[in-house]
């Protein structure tokens, strides 16, 4: 399995709405990585979690907070949103602290109105 | 100064010829280089990695690797219109932390 699947592929949430979005691997990846991508951006990193526990946090809002209940899994919790957190979400994964490349999941599109 | 720096673009090549796409980073320390494609609406794919100085190639894409000058390029010969994509350079510093470049828009023109 050389999947990163991500779950919902598309999400519309009012401003006021809790939702979470879900990560997984089965590569035996220990990180695990949250970005954020904007159209015709590069995709910017949000969180890192190496070996279930984080460890890195690039000043994020608290709006967004990460999960990472086992080393398979990844979660984005989100609440309170505003519109201009509406972009593609990507989650990653890697082996050997990346030296090798991450494998991204295919997305998820949210859409905050 | 921008940890990774790309020309945005576009860049048009004909059908058949060799796209060149090329990348800078800051970082001496940086240990490992990327490049991804995009499709619009998609996730970055993977097509190369490279630690050391010089070329490594895998099929119809070569990635070259200058530290001293901290130059990465992406040749890709016999460019098919399906090689149309965004390009991502990426820079692995000190591990478990990407730097992406703003991307090369590449369109190959049947």
């Known amino acids: 399995d050389t999947e990163v699947t991500q779950t919902p592929k598309h999400l519309v949430m009012g401003m006021t709405n809790k939702k979470s979005l879900k990560c997984e691997q089965h590569?035996?990846?220990?990180?695990m990585y949250w970005y954020k991508q904007k159209a015709k951006k590069p995709p910017e990193l949000m969180f890192v979690?190496?070996?279930?526990?984080?460890?890195i946090n690039e000043s994020v809002p608290s709006r967004f907070s990460p999960e990472c209940p086992n080393s398979s899994l990844l979660n984005l919790h989100l609440h309170a949103l505003q519109p201009e957190d509406s972009a593609l979400y990507l989650c990653?994964?890697?082996?050997?602290?990346?030296?090798?490349?991450?494998?991204f999941g295919s997305g998820t599109r949210l859409t905050v109105v | 100064q921008k940890e990774v720096e790309q020309n945005s673009g576009p860049l048009s090549v004909p059908e058949g010829a060799i796209a060149s796409l090329n990348c800078t980073y800051s970082d001496r320390g940086s240990q490992s280089f990327f490049w991804y494609r995009q499709y619009s609406g998609k996730s970055p794919e993977l097509i190369m990695f490279i630690y050391s100085n010089g070329d490594k190639e895998d099929g119809r894409f070569t990635a070259q690797l200058n530290k001293a000058s901290q130059y990465v390029s992406l040749l890709i010969r016999d460019s098919q219109p399906s090689d149309s994509a965004t390009y991502l350079c990426a820079v692995n510093r000190a591990g478990n932390q990407f730097y992406f470049g703003t991307g090369t828009s590449l369109t190959v023109i049947p």
């Open positions: 979690y190496s070996y279930e526990k984080l460890s």
């Open positions: 990653a994964s890697s082996q050997n602290r990346g030296f090798d490349g991450y494998t």
């Open positions: 590569m035996g990846h220990r990180a």
